[in-house]
């Protein structure tokens, strides 16, 4: 698939999210338990989230750590009180680089791949976070989109 690269400055997104410290490559373990907990939440909080998706938000590791934290979210409208193990956080505001990943999620890695060789050839350095927004679910693989968009630094 070939991906169309873009830059754009964005605002900050609230999200309700889960907190966890993972190893690299775990993250396909974590993330249901994790969301389960946000969606619960948001069951009790009408009105916290109209059309917001599922957004991952990666605190990219130093020096090479094999653990990092990811936030497993859901966008909402406002921020709020923190309950649980559900915090108000954001996405970074800022200029970034993003790309869209049509497809299934066992392929997401070259949306990742492309973003990071643009980086490369244009010898942008890349920000602290990235983050995946899942658009709509259908069981059609060849319909879900997700957006990868990483912060410049």
């Known amino acids: 698939m070939d991906y169309h690269v873009v830059t754009k400055s964005v605002r ?3 999200l309700a999210a889960v907190r ?14 994790a969301l389960d907990l946000v969606w619960e939440f948001l069951r009790r909080h009408e009105g916290l989230r ?3 998706h599922n957004c991952f938000l990666y605190h990219h590791p130093a020096h090479g750590e ?13 921020p709020f009180q923190d309950e649980g193990e559900v915090v108000c956080t954001e996405t970074p505001a800022g200029e970034v680089v993003m790309t869209t990943h049509i497809g299934g999620y066992g392929k ?5 791949e492309a973003i990071n060789s643009w980086r490369a050839a244009t010898g942008r350095a890349g920000g602290a976070c990235s983050w995946e927004i899942y658009g709509d679910w259908t069981d059609d693989e060849a319909k879900l ?9």
């Open 20 to 33: 966890r410290h993972v190893r690299i490559g775990e993250v396909g373990r974590a993330w249901g338990p």
């Open 66 to 78: 094999a653990a990092m934290i990811v936030d497993f979210g859901v966008q909402v409208i406002r």
């Open 12 to 14: 900050a997104q609230p």
């Open 145 to 153: 989109e997700t957006q990868v968009v990483y912060l410049l630094s």
């Open 50 to 52: 109209t059309d917001g």
């Open 108 to 112: 997401l890695a070259a949306a990742h």
